[in-house]
């Protein structure tokens, strides 16, 4: 394989894209479900075996967020299938159902006195098992909420775990995962923000620091599956060449990072991001949201390796992301944010992305997916 020489994601504005119509659409459930207006804040998603997708959502509300809201339920999930990926199956009640509860003690220690704790989740992959379930592996961010905004402590990382029968999906009921490992780290060794699994069947974790002000460069660990709740069992990249056992080494302050050529404001992810495989390129993608995490685009960098180096970030516009709050003009792109890669619902040519908007026309937030001209250029 010849060296990368980078990706193009033409921009998308919504009405007038470049080069095609972008698909956009909301992931919720249908029109007639009680719950097809709740707020859903971030978005992950990991495609199970049988082509239907597990979402993953950090915040859930009613569509009233700031004015009397009738419900908070931190982490859901919701199941979709594989003819209609991006409308969930969620159970017909009163509130969505938390996927899962924090670790006992997760904010014994916060430096706010009145801390709610909370799982958010980073990443997601399934692993087939032999009996034709699903492993559904979520790492999650500890987190403490404080008063506001600002106030949040990531604290460390979690492990829940999921079983998916393809036989029995959870069509219409709730989704509940199982906290496996309560502490896979601390929050300045969070090598689970993105997770990939790689083409030797490792599984591979990166970290780029904490939110909101603790961001410094990438670094990437790996492990096998079965060993991935075992922090003993990681090793990180120390720079050499990747598919050579020695460049992988137990001790975490050696750890290189990775290449992220371009600009400050493009060069790290802030909070969430994804790494992924075009399967169709040939590619590794690292896609994020770029500083300040609050904006209208959303970047992506291609690698021949799941460890770089990266090409220069190039950009898509989310769309409609330019508008009002609460009717109230807003001069900055910042409603829009929590940008992922949503490969499975990708083509040939197309690059599909999802995204958090807090301001759209249907007054409640939603998050979103849309679809874009990609290329990708090799120099082979």
Request: glycine share 8%; aromatic share 10%; proline share 8%.
């Amino acid at each position: 394989m010849g060296a990368m020489c980078g990706v193009a994601v033409p921009a998308v504005d919504g009405d007038a894209p470049r080069g095609r119509a972008a698909t956009i659409d909301s992931v919720a459930p249908a029109v007639d479900h009680p719950l097809h207006l709740m707020e859903r804040d971030g978005g992950i998603s990991v495609e199970l075996t049988d082509g239907s997708t597990l979402w993953l959502f950090g915040d859930s509300t009613d569509d009233s967020l700031g004015q009397n809201m009738t419900y908070f339920v931190n982490n859901t999930a919701a199941w979709a299938s594989a003819d209609a990926p991006t409308t969930t199956r969620d159970v017909a009640a009163a509130e969505p159902v938390r996927f899962a509860a924090p670790p006992a003690g997760t904010c014994a220690e916060s430096q706010f006195r009145k801390a709610d704790a909370a799982l958010w989740p980073e990443s997601a992959v399934a692993l087939p098992q032999e009996d034709g379930t699903d492993r559904v592996v979520v790492v999650m961010s500890k987190v403490c909420l404080g008063d506001t905004w600002l106030d949040i402590e990531t604290v460390g990382f979690a492990v829940v775990e999921y079983r998916y029968d393809p036989n029995d999906p959870p069509i219409d009921e709730p989704i509940r995962g199982e906290v496996t490992q309560p502490h896979l780290a601390d929050a300045d060794a969070g090598y689970g923000r993105a997770l990939l699994l790689g083409p030797d069947d490792l599984l591979y974790g990166y970290e780029c620091g904490t939110y909101p002000d603790n961001w410094g460069p990438c670094r990437v660990a790996r492990v096998r599956p079965e060993q991935l709740t075992d922090p003993a069992a990681w090793r990180y990249w120390n720079g050499g060449d990747w598919t050579d056992l020695r460049s992988w080494v137990s001790d975490a302050t050696t750890a290189e990072a990775m290449e992220l050529p371009g600009d400050a404001r493009t060069a790290l992810p802030v909070a969430a991001f994804g790494v992924t495989y075009d399967e169709v390129s040939d590619v590794h993608l690292m896609v994020y949201s770029p500083w300040p995490g609050f904006c209208d685009v959303l970047a992506v960098r291609a690698s021949d390796t799941p460890v770089g180096p990266w090409t220069d970030a190039v950009e898509a516009a989310f769309p409609n992301c330019i508008g009002t709050i609460d009717n109230v003009e807003e001069d900055l792109d910042e409603h829009c944010y929590a940008g992922t890669p949503q490969m499975q619902l990708s083509e040939p040519g197309v690059f599909t992305g999802g995204y958090y908007d807090m301001s759209t026309d249907v007054g409640a937030a939603r998050y979103y997916t849309f679809a874009a001209p990609f290329v990708v250029v090799h120099d082979r």
